[in-house]
């Protein structure tokens, strides 16, 4: 985890946004790797609540085919899309 943490205050609720580097893993079509990935974690303290609002890729195997592909960590999957070599988060 890093330790890069920001506090925002709004409404009388303070929330925290810290950036982490998680493990996950990819599955598509006939592949299977792992990964990491690099995620904003947005925490309510006083609430003991937490999400992840956005992630990215930052180490997968370059042999990877582009394609749609999900990925896992936390728990949590999203969907991300290999084009030309880049990884793409969003709905696809």
């Known amino acids: 985890m890093s330790s890069d943490v920001c506090q925002t205050q709004r409404l ?3 929330s925290s946004r ?3 580097m998680l493990s996950g893993t990819l599955r598509g079509a006939t ?3 792992s990964c990491i ?3 904003i974690k947005v925490s309510l303290p006083n609430l003991d609540i937490w999400e992840y609002v ?3 890729i930052e180490r997968a195997p370059s042999e990877l085919p582009d394609g749609p592909y999900n990925v896992s ?3 949590r999957t999203m969907k991300v899309k290999k084009v030309a070599g880049n990884w793409v988060m969003g709905a696809f």
Do not use: D, N
């Open 54 to 56: 956005s992630a990215a």
């Open 12 to 14: 009388g609720m303070i």
């Open 37 to 39: 990935v690099r995620a």
């Open 31 to 33: 592949h299977e790797a």
């Open 73 to 75: 960590f936390e728990g």
């Open 18 to 20: 810290e950036t982490v």
